[in-house]
T-cell receptor, first 117, second 112 residues
Framework: NAGVTQTPKFQVLKTGQSMTLQCAQDMNHEYMSWYRQDPGMGLRLIHYSVGAGITDQGEVPNGYNVSRSTTEDFPLRLLSAAPSQTSVYFC????????????????FGNGTRLTVT | GQQVMQIPQYQHVQEGEDFTTYCNSSTTLSNIQWYKQRPGGHPVFLIQLVKSGEVKKQKRLTFQFGEAKKNSSLHITATQTTDVGTYFCAGPYGGATNKLIFGTGTLLAVQP
């Protein structure tokens, strides 16, 4: 059981380049999300999805796009990379359902370390 | 905007000493979760608290949710080198059960 798989593990981009961070989960989780982690700032929510075809913005969505065409995949796109997007990106999934009273625990991938020069 | 702060940011202890990290939210939380992230790793879920004043234990770890549901703490008794890592609390973002906001984290270093 692979859980949440992120690719690539490392990436270096030049300012203005575009790229897609891949995230796939095999746990049949409806809920998927993207976080970025910067020193001293914890993890900040970028975008999330409660099911295929449904996405919404988190705390820091600017500069990022997402789509959710299948339950398994939730790619994160950087259309024009900026040095401020240098960070570690984590994808996470959970069993969160629409009628849940509390937040469900998140299962995280191993992360993608992105550097933008 | 909503904030979840943790203190201290960093704690260095000798193996065998106790450790406590505190989590303070600017808003009332319906539930709070705690995660541990080993150096170079990803966050791993530890526990969830939902009731006011709730206390839960996992071996040497004791988790507490404040009476007002705006703060929480994690206490580790007799730290071991395997406890090294960053501990995060997390709660609902904007009160939504489908969004989690994370605290700033506390990095624990344990010297053998």
């Amino acid at each position: 059981n692979a859980g949440v798989t992120q690719t690539p593990k490392f990436q270096v981009l030049k300012t203005g380049q575009s790229m897609t961070l891949q995230c796939a989960q095999d746990m049949n989780h409806e809920y998927m999300s993207w976080y970025r982690q910067d020193p001293g700032m914890g993890l900040r929510l970028i975008h999330y999805s409660v099911g295929a075809g449904i996405t919404d913005q988190g705390e820091v969505p600017n500069g990022y796009n997402v789509s959710r065409s299948t339950t398994e995949d939730f790619p994160l796109r950087l259309l024009s990379a900026a040095p401020s997007q240098t960070s570690v990106y984590f994808c996470a999934s959970s069993t969160q359902g629409p009628s849940s009273s509390y937040n469900s625990p998140l299962h995280f991938g191993n992360g993608t370390r992105l550097t933008v020069t | 905007g909503q904030q979840v702060m943790q203190i201290p940011q960093y704690q260095h202890v000798q193996e065998g000493e106790d450790f406590t990290t505190y989590c303070n939210s600017s808003t009332t939380l319906s539930n709070i979760q705690w995660y541990k992230q080993r150096p170079g790793g990803h966050p791993v879920f530890l526990i969830q608290l939902v009731k006011s004043g709730e206390v839960k234990k996992q071996k040497r770890l004791t988790f507490q949710f404040g009476e007002a549901k705006k703060n929480s703490s994690l206490h580790i008794t007799a730290t071991q080198t395997t406890d090294v890592g960053t501990y995060f609390c997390a709660g609902p973002y904007g009160g939504a059960t489908n969004k989690l906001i994370f605290g700033t984290g506390t990095l624990l270093a344990v010297q053998p």
